[in-house]
């Protein structure tokens, strides 16, 4: 079993940053990947980035890319989100995911790919 806890997230206004983490513990793979996925009430799950954990390769949802950044920290089993010049659109429930990665085919972009999920951090812009 793998568990993932998210912390960070908050109120802040247009402009201004937040640093998301997320810590795993359990069960260990090999080979997978870790994302960021955001859910606005209402409206379907979207992926923000993901991070293959073997090579640090890194993708981005369009919306975010160039304002947030991904990393992780082997050691501590951690995956971040920095998240800057935030606006109003960013406001969302954000989720931390981590998937078994067997091919390199996968493409970590999509949710379907995740097996274990965080309960979710609140993150809201304000205007």
């Known amino acids: 079993q793998v568990q993932l806890v998210e912390s960070g997230g908050g109120l802040v206004q247009a402009g201004g940053s937040l640093r998301l983490s997320c810590a795993s513990s359990?069960?260990?793979?090999?080979?997978?990947?870790m994302g960021w996925f955001r859910q606005t009430s209402g409206q379907e799950r979207e992926f923000v980035a993901a991070?293959?954990?073997?090579?640090?390769?890194?993708y981005y949802g369009d919306s975010v890319q160039g304002r947030f950044t991904i990393s992780r920290d082997s050691a501590k089993k951690t995956v971040y989100l920095q998240m800057d010049n935030l606006n109003p659109e960013d406001t969302a429930v954000y989720f931390c995911?981590?998937?078994?990665?067997?091919?390199?085919?996968?493409?970590?972009?999509?949710?379907?790919?995740?097996?274990?999920w965080g309960q979710g951090t609140q993150v809201t812009v304000s205007s």
């Open positions: 995911a981590l998937g078994p990665r067997r091919s390199i085919v996968v493409d970590p972009r999509a949710a379907g790919e995740y097996q274990f």
């Open positions: 359990g069960r260990t793979f090999l080979n997978y990947h």
């Open positions: 991070i293959i954990w073997a090579t640090s390769a890194t």
